[in-house]
Each structure stands twice: as structure tokens, then as C-alpha cells.
């Protein structure tokens, strides 16, 4: 009997044992695994050791490896020779403070009645461990109808993503043998806006470069000095200003190189969005896209790099005033870069760009802040089609390809250290309030969150 | 026997009575007169009125005037047919702290031997008791040797200089009819670099003005929508940067309406004095004149007007990094104005401007700190030259007409509410130590700053 054959089996496995697996989430989300706060090490570790046993319950070679440090668990299914993929989640959450806006105890989890369904109420419900057991459920499923689990998976839980992944890179340096697959599975994702389905082919990368400009070695006085000192904040703001040109276009020589226009496949996908740059932008009381002229909202947040200023102190800014010319200005300076373009190249070029603007008897400073290229994802492996359309057969409507204008790190980890390309799938909702007061997860989006899982899996076993 | 055969006389005078001046001005140095500690308001007052009863044993008119903050004392010599001249100076002076750095204490003077010469040693020694009491000391002798005091002089004594002058101008204002004279008369001012005595014909005016964009409502994530929301930073950055053109002038329309190329005959009085800017920027640790290409260093800070930032602020500028695209940014922004530029209508020019850059669904918010046009004096007004000779023969070298970068409220002032323009002249050395600890000032400056008044008198009374 084929896998697709025994779908509909898994899937009924799956609704049947619905309240066991919120059972079983709900353990999960009981252990306080909060990453950032040390005193929470213990709890941290033990949910690393929940996992495991799950895992190995399941008939997976699990363990908990230590790291400088919280752990990582892996977990490996038999071999055989279908498509290895590495699926990666994290169990570690975020703190709890405020704890007297949560309407019941963090790690009480409950599961409530809510004005769209039933929603899973904890601290990590949604980031990310309701997310990582759709994956598990899944797999119990398959193993339940199969009697096997599917081979050449390989599982990746982090216990640091709330505090930095500061193990993961060397982690994943150590192990690239044993972690390499063709693709990795990302279950840190949400639904598109209105709970469309959706997989994220392409995010951003972001370098980060701070420069401090100094002039003379002391604050000066404006009307002894003033016409003839130079004045760093304004070579700050000259420098900044050109960065951009009037058609929104940055000027960086070479800024573009890398930089492709949206294959035609996506921009229709992404129309088909209907993305509503207005409402998205009176929410936080704008109205006017400022990006290149003749770009769709979408592809200035999605496709578009760009270069923003994220800071700028220099001199007297507080009450009063000062007639002071300062010694030195400062400034944060980010690119989110898309396509191609090279985090080095466009450091490279910033530098050279604000050098071009330092009088002989000033000096810059240059602090780098991180560097990582864009994410894009080959969508010509039918894995991603062949997931789109378990997607959408699975939530009744058509899934989307969409962009995301921030970085997941991760993605980018797994493209640089172990050369996948990651299938960024998840079930998250926007009002899930992750990071926040009474997190909660839909009872709605686990469910059917494991069932998509089911379908992808059987998908790419086909 | 006329004013200028008698001159000789009261320079004897006051070369024999300078022991006894030093012995009046410790007495005044005694007064702990800080205008900015109310704990000390009886001492300002007892100053005054110290003043007061000097200047009444002198046979002035004197009176002590409640203000709401501190006194000002006022002094008239007999009416005559002179032409009426108006004497400024300042009995309050700056706090000491630290104590803990002052050699002796700050109230105690005494005159002590310095590398340069004598030097007299405490709190208000130069500024400006010591200055103020040249005054002082050359009617002394002019009464001692003419048997009257000069005719038609006016004297106003400030408490407040060193907080603010807040009564002053309501005080101008109020008794504008008793103090208007055809000339001021201001000591608080210094020698040119290396004790070359030095009439100030002009100061530079200024407009000070903060500037906030608002653009959205609350700090947004740069990944979400960097490229598709406006920027409070890069807006004010571009607005500030296009101040400026590439030769250094400024570009608002109008800008330099008012300004005048200097008179030839001053533009040789500064070619004479050898500033040497290359010395004076490398002082602060610089070496480049960045002023309007084409004009001396002097003419930059002295004659030319300009524009400044003094402070900006926006997004996050501590440690680290923050991928934030600001809700807002803010500047401070100062011209500082020549000739006749008018305040009112750079300030306008200005915020017509920074709205030019703004985005239709952005704001900006004005703040207006203070306007006063520059002052420049009628030196084709006699008394100017009379005043310069008269300080190149008591000081044997070449009197020069600078310039100050910065301004002189109390010029302006006079200027505005009672119509005058002032001779401003003092003798205080660049290494006087005014405002910090162990202020001093030298002997020679108060023995040749008053035989300089006694033969400026008497050049103005012939």
C-alpha cells in the first residue's frame, strides 16, 4: 500500500488522538524552559529530556547534547533511502514578566473556549513548542498507521532561540556531518494574514554597521567656532542623506548587484495577496509607501533591499539648548539586503561612502554589527510545490509563496554552514501574542498544523 | 585748562592710587555675590548696594532697584552738555564649585606673583569685578584731578549676568527714558590673542530652533517595514544635510539677505591682526576651515553667518544594536547672523524647508529658542576711533576693531530697546580661568584697563 494510500488513515489517527496530543503539549508546556533566565537552567534541561524520551519513545535515536549552553536534542529515524530532511523547532520560551497582566499561571497551560475556538492559553503555546509537537504528532501518527516511523529524518530542537542561538552555529559546525540533509523543515512560522497558509521562499538578510564621526577632540563652542570647525553631525547627516537618492534608490555604487527582480510566478502570487499597504500602515498611523518608485508595497518589504538608519545621538538633544559643536556623532545603520547581494560588499561600500564625506581632519569609526546575506529559497525543488499543495488541500484554500522582510536566522545557518535551503511552514496566528502576556495557540492551528504535517510528509515520501 | 592737559594728571593719579584700588577691589571680591544660588541672594544684594555707596561717595546719584530677581544699581553723574554715554558691567558672578580645585579660598583675594606679573586671585577677579571696577577707578581720578565727576554719564551695574539677565530687559524697558545715552559703554569683553587691545564693532546674532519628525505612531520593526515606512531619521537627516551646498553656503532662500561683504577698511584691520587659524583649529585637533570656500577664517567666524546643528537624537544610539525604525527624531538646529539678517525670516525660511522634505503622512513639530540679530556698530561713529587711539597709546602697540563669533546679549539689547549702539572693551586674557577655578586677573589689565578709561574719557569729552 502506497503512502498516500494510508493519508487518510494518518489523518484520522491524528483527529481520534487529538486530546491525547493536547494532553501531551500540555506536559510540555508546563516545564518553565525559559532560555534567558539562569535560575531556569534545570527546567531548560528538562524539557530537553522530555523531548528526548518522547522521541525515543517513538522509536527515534534521540539525545541531549551539551552545549557552552542550554542543550540540543537530536533525534534520528532509521535509514532507508528516501530524501533525508532535517526538521528543526525549539523548545526553550521566552520570560514570562509581566506576570500580573496573564489571566492564569504561565505554565498552568488550559485549554479555553475563545471568540474564534478553542485555543491552547501558556507560555510557549505557539513560540514554538505547540508548533514543534505538530511535527511530533505527526510523526506518532505515521508510526501509528505505518508501523514505522518515515525514514531519514533528522530532528534539530534548539533550547537557545529565545536568548540569541549563541551554540547554534558551532553546533551545527560539529555535527554538519550528522545534520546535513536536502532540506530543512521550519515549524517557526506563522499563517498569512486571515489565517491563509503559506510558506515563506525568501527572507531578507541584514547587515548592521554602526560609524562615529569625530571631529575636534573636545565640544566646541558654536559662536567661537561655528563656520569654521567642522561640525560632525552635519558630515553625519550629509553622508546619511546621500545614502538614498530622490527616487528612494540607494546609492551605494554596486548596492544593487545581486539584487534580481521577482520571477514572474511569485509576483503573481504575491498579487493574488491582495495586500493592503494601507491598512497595514494606518495601523501605525501612516499612509504613504516610501519605497522605489514603481515597486509594489510588498516587494519594498519582501524583494527590495534597503538602507535605514536605526539611530543617531550627537551633541544636545535634551530641554534647552546648547550652542555647542560636538566633538563626535553617531549613528546605527542597517541594510536588509535581498537576491544575492553580498553583506560584505555593501559594508565595504557604506565605509567608502561616509569616508568620501570626512574632511581631512576628521575621523570615522566603524563598529560592524552583524552580517547575513538573504535567504532565498530554490522553488523549483517540487518540494516546495508539493507542500503548497498538501497545504492547501489541507486548509481548504490556496497556499501562498510569500517573502518575509526580516531575517530567521536559522534559515540562513542551515544555507551557510550545511547548504539546505529551509521549508519555512508554520501555523502561528498574529494574535497569538508570542512574546507576551497569555500567549495561546489554536486548537485549530495545532490540529490541523499536524495534519499539514502528515500531508507534506506524505507528499515528499511519494 | 582743557580735559586732554589734565589727562596726564589722573594718570599719576592712578598710578599712585593703585594700591588702594587693588585694596577696594579685594574688599569687593570679599562679597560671595553667585547670582545663580539663592542661598546667596543677601550676599548679591550686598554688593549692590557696596556699589551703590562706593559710587555715592563719588558723588554719583546712585540707587539700588528691586527687580524680581536681583538688584541693579544705577548711577548719574551731574547733567551737563556732554554727549550722554551709558557704562554696563556686572557685580554677580559664577558659582566656584569644585571647591576642592581652587588653590586658595575663592572669596579670599589676594594678589599673588605670577609668571606673567602680579595677578589678582579669586572669584569675579576678571569677571567682572575687576573689569567693572576700572570704571570705577578712572571716575576716581578724573574726579580727583577735575574736582567734579565727568557730566552725563550713566552707569547700570547687573546682578544677573551670570543667570540669564532675566530682569534685565523689562528693567531697560521700564526705565528706557533714564538710561538712553548716545553710546554704551561694556567692559565684560577680552584682549585679542596676545594682549593686543581690542574694540568689538560686531557680533554674530542667533536663531536657535528644535526640530521633531514624527512619522509613525510607535517604534516599528525595520524588517517588517523598512522600505515601506517613512523614516523620522533619514527625513530630518536629508532636511539638515541639504542645508548646506557643496561650497559650505547655506541654501535657504533668502538667507542672505542682510549680509554684507566687510568694509574694506576692517577687512585690513583683520588681514593685520595674522590670525593664525591653522594654530587655533589645532588647538581642538583640528586643521581645515570649513566655511563658505573663498573667505579668511576670520570672516567665517566673525562676519560670515552660518548654519549649525547643535544636537540630534532619534532610534536607539546605545550599545548594541536595534533593528527599530523610530516613531521620531529630533534636532537642534542654530544660525548664527550678520549685517541685517533678519531672525524671524530665517527661522520661517527654515521650517518652510524641513517641510519640504516631509512626507504627506509625516509631521513636524517646532520648538523656537530665542532670536537676536547681530549687532554691528556704527563705526563711523568718532567715538570708535577716538576709543582706538586712545587704547594704542596707553597700551603702546595697535588698538584693533574685531569681531566675536558668538554673541553679546547685552549688546543687542541696547541696541533694540534703547536705540544704541556700545563700544565693547575689556581686558580680560584668554587665560583668566572666568567660570572656572582659581579665576584671576591681572594686575597690569586693571592698572592700564583704567588709565585705558581715563584716556578714552577724556579723548571722548574733548
Request: with cysteine.
Given at each position: ?19 491525547a ?5 500540555c ?24 523531548l ?48 500580573e497582566?496573564?489571566?492564569?499561571p ?7 473556549d ?18 514543534l ?20 529524518l533528522?530532528?534539530?530542537f ?32 506563522g499563517?498569512?494574514?486571515d ?36 561640525n ?9 542623506a546621500?545614502?538614498k ?9 554596486g ?22 499597504a ?20 510588498l516587494?519594498?518589504v ?10 543617531i ?11 555647542v559643536?560636538?566633538a563626535?556623532?553617531?549613528?546605527k ?7 544575492t ?7 565595504a561600500?557604506?565605509q567608502?561612502?561616509?569616508r ?11 563598529h ?12 523549483t ?8 499543495t ?7 484554500r ?19 554552514i ?8 508554520g ?9 507576551s ?7 485549530e ?18
Open positions: 500500500m502506497g503512502n498516500e494510500a494510508r493519508l487518510q488513515d494518518i489523518l484520522t489517527q491524528l483527529d481520534g488522538g487529538l486530546d496530543a493536547l494532553d501531551r503539549l506536559d510540555f508546556l508546563r516545564i518553565p524552559s525559559i532560555s534567558t533566565d539562569p535560575a531556569h537552567a534545570g527546567d531548560v534541561r528538562r524539557a530537553a529530556e522530555w528526548r524520551d518522547e522521541l525515543t519513545g517513538l522509536g527515534f535515536d534521540a539525545q541531549v547534547h551539551d552545549t557552552p549552553g542550554h542543550p540540543m536534542v537530536t533525534a534520528r529515524s532509521p535509514k532507508g533511502d528516501a530524501r533525508p530532511l532535517l526538521f528543526y523547532g525549539h523548545y526553550d520560551v521566552q520570560p514570562v514578566d509581566p506576570l497582566l496573564w489571566d492564569r504561565p505554565f498552568a497551560p488550559a485549554i479555553e475563545g471568540p474564534k475556538g478553542r485555543v491552547i492559553r501558556a507560555r510557549g503555546a505557539s513560540d514554538d513548542k505547540g508548533q509537537m505538530t511535527f511530533v504528532e505527526a510523526f506518532r501518527a505515521w508510526k501509528a498507521v505505518h508501523g514505522s516511523l518515515p525514514t531519514d533528522i530532528l534539530l534548539e533550547g537557545e532561540e529565545e536568548s540569541g542561538s549563541p551554540s547554534l552555529r558551532p553546533f551545527l559546525r560539529d555535527h554538519a556531518e550528522d545534520l546535513r540533509a536536502s532540506l530543512a523543515v521550519i515549524c517557526d512560522t499563517l498569512y494574514a489565517g491563509r497558509p503559506a510558506i515563506t521562499t525568501q527572507l531578507r538578510g541584514l547587515v548592521g554597521q554602526e560609524v562615529v564621526i569625530h571631529a575636534a577632540d573636545r565640544d566646541l563652542h558654536s559662536g567661537s567656532f561655528g563656520g569654521l570647525a567642522a560632525p553631525i552635519m558630515i553625519l547627516a550629509q553622508a546619511l546621500a545614502l537618492d530622490g527616487t528612494g534608490r540607494v546609492t551605494l555604487p548596492f544593487y548587484d545581486g539584487v534580481a527582480d521577482l520571477p514572474e510566478a511569485l509576483a503573481r502570487d504575491w498579487q493574488a495577496l491582495d495586500f493592503d494601507g491598512g497595514f500602515l494606518s495601523r501605525v498611523g501612516l499612509s504613504q509607501p516610501i519605497g522605489e518608485a514603481g515597486r509594489t508595497p516587494e519594498m519582501w524583494n527590495q533591499p534597503t538602507a535605514e538608519i536605526n539611530g545621538a550627537g551633541g544636545y538633544a535634551g530641554d534647552g539648548f546648547k550652542t559643536l560636538p563626535m556623532a553617531r549613528a545603520v542597517s541594510f536588509r539586503l535581498t537576491g547581494q553580498d553583506p560584505q560588499a555593501i559594508r561600500a557604506f567608502d561612502h561616509v568620501r564625506f570626512l574632511p581631512a581632519d576628521c575621523r570615522v569609526e566603524f560592524d554589527h552583524g552580517a547575513s546575506p538573504a535567504s532565498v529559497m530554490d522553488i525543488d517540487p518540494a516546495f510545490d508539493q507542500a503548497r498538501a497545504l492547501s488541500e489541507e486548509w481548504g490556496d497556499a501562498a509563496f510569500i517573502g518575509a522582510g526580516g531575517s530567521i536566522p536559522i534559515a540562513g545557518d542551515f544555507k551557510q550545511l547548504g539546505m535551503d529551509s521549508l519555512l511552514i501555523f502561528a496566528s498574529d494574535d497569538d501574542r508570542i512574546h502576556p497569555n500567549e495561546k495557540y489554536d486548537v492551528a495545532f490540529a490541523k498544523g499536524a495534519r499539514s504535517w502528515a500531508r507534506i510528509l506524505t507528499a515528499l515520501r511519494s
